[in-house]
T-cell receptor
Framework: DSGVTQTPKHLITATGQRVTLRCSPR?????VYWYQQSLDQGLQFLIQ???????AKGNILERFSAQQFPDLHSELNLSSLELGDSALYFC?????????????FGPGTRLTVL | QQQVKQSPQSLIVQKGGISIINCAYE??????FPWYQQFPGKGPALLIA?????SEKKEGRFTISFNKSAKQFSLHIMDSQPGDSATYFC????????????FGRGTQLTVWP
């Protein structure tokens, strides 16, 4: 158990809908990262937050947004969903200092868009 | 553009054998190289990591070999066991930035009993 929690575990929805994925980082970790995993694209970085502030953006679509709250949990919002958004979405967290590079992944949310 | 290239895509090894997975990178600014292990239905789990100031790091049956001049690093699993059957990902980032990881495409390892 990495200490990172994600809810829900599975999500099935229809095209055009909007969903919210939730992540709670390990206790004390300030950084949260969101990654998308699909068979054709592998593990792709979406966005990073550090202590409530957006720190870096990757291949995140404009239909997707995220935020990190004062209690450090994070939410990833996916809107106007398309079939191609079906994937596993992982959240990871990391601490600071010399071990700040160690990213610990949650169990993921499997999104299926029908 | 794939910043980290991983091979092979799949690997079948007999129990007790050595599994070797290779990765190559282009960005010389990368200075942190972790390996992750992922079982079906689970998130990637950090297995072992290395920084370029050493050429090898060993933890139990898992060893990372690092060749800075060739910009390559590899994972060796000694005495491979059926329980090691999983997908392995190499990754890299600029450690000083505590930023995103660039992942390889993964290697599906199957260890036959």
């Amino acid at each position: 158990d990495s200490g990172v929690t994600q809810t829900p575990k599975h999500l099935i929805t229809a095209t055009g809908q909007r969903v919210t994925l939730r992540c709670s980082p390990r206790s004390g970790d300030l950084s949260v990262y969101w990654y998308q995993q699909s068979l054709d694209q592998g593990l792709q970085f979406l966005i990073q937050y550090y202590n409530g502030e957006e720190r870096a953006k990757g291949n995140i679509l404009e239909r997707f947004s995220a935020q990190q709250f004062p209690d450090l949990h994070s939410e990833l919002n996916l809107s106007s969903l398309e079939l191609g958004d079906s994937a596993l979405y992982f959240c990871a967290s990391s601490g600071y200092g010399t071990r700040g590079n160690e990213q610990f992944f949650g169990p993921g949310t499997r999104l299926t868009v029908l | 553009q794939q910043q980290v290239k991983q091979s092979p895509q799949s690997l079948i090894v007999q129990k007790g054998g050595i599994s070797i997975i290779n990765c190559a990178y282009e960005n010389t600014a990368f200075d942190y190289f972790p390996w992750y292990q992922q079982f079906p239905g689970k998130g990637p789990a950090l297995l072992i990591a290395i920084r370029p100031d050493v050429s090898e790091k060993k933890e139990g049956r898992f060893t990372i070999s690092f060749n800075k001049s060739a910009k390559q690093f590899s994972l060796h699993i000694m005495d491979s066991q059926p329980g090691d059957s999983a997908t392995y990902f190499c990754a890299a980032n600029r450690g000083s930035t505590l930023g995103r990881l660039y992942f390889g495409r993964g290697t599906q390892l199957t260890v036959w009993p």
